[in-house]
């Protein structure tokens, strides 16, 4: 069985939402030009002072943004099928693990849920000045024929990594849209306050 290459690292990384990243350390130049000969992904997973989450995201890499004297690099990736790690391997200098992909549940979210939660993210992306998502998800009927819009809405803002990381471990689009949609209503009321105040 071929083993994932992982870069544990603070932060969630979710299918679809695009990644730039900065590999400095010498173990991470070694399996980021690995992957780049090889033309394979490698595995992003939360790392937390217990070790690293159980359920991580397979990261491809888009391109070498910028290379520097000392094999520094720039990349960007973009986040493609999550994953379960079934045992980590460390006989290398980076952490490699066996891998079981995770589908998700066949199964629709009704499009009332879907414009609730494009209209509640245009609204807070506002006042939070962050990226809207790209532009075909911003109308609900286009917003409909996204796979993974939950992933889309939540990995262009700032958001809890607990709370990604749950989503990331949520089988159900609709489950995750209906959660998206009630975490975005939590926090609306306070960026409202803030923003208000802001240009008062």
Known sequence: MSLLPLF???LVLLPGVPLPLHI??????????????QKMPFGIVRASDEGVAGIGCTAEILSV????????????????????????NEERSFLRAEIAMVPDEPGKPASELVEQAVRLHAEIAKLAGAEPPP???????????????SFLLAGSLPLDLDFKQSLLATLSEEKRLEAVVEYLRAILPGLRRAAHARWN
């Not at 400095?24 to 000969?37: G, T």
């Not at 532009?135 to 819009?149: F, K, T, W």
Request: hydrophobic share 35%; aromatic share 8%.
């Open 24 to 37: 400095f350390e010498p173990r991470y130049k070694e399996m980021i030009a690995e992957c780049l000969e």
């Open 8 to 10: 544990p690292l603070d």
């Open 135 to 149: 532009a075909d998800s911003r109308g609900a009927s286009e917003a409909e024929a996204i796979e993974n819009l």
């Open 65 to 88: 943004t910028k290379k520097y004297d000392d094999g520094r690099m720039d990349i960007l990736t973009r986040g493609v099928n999550r994953f379960e790690v079934l045992e980590v």
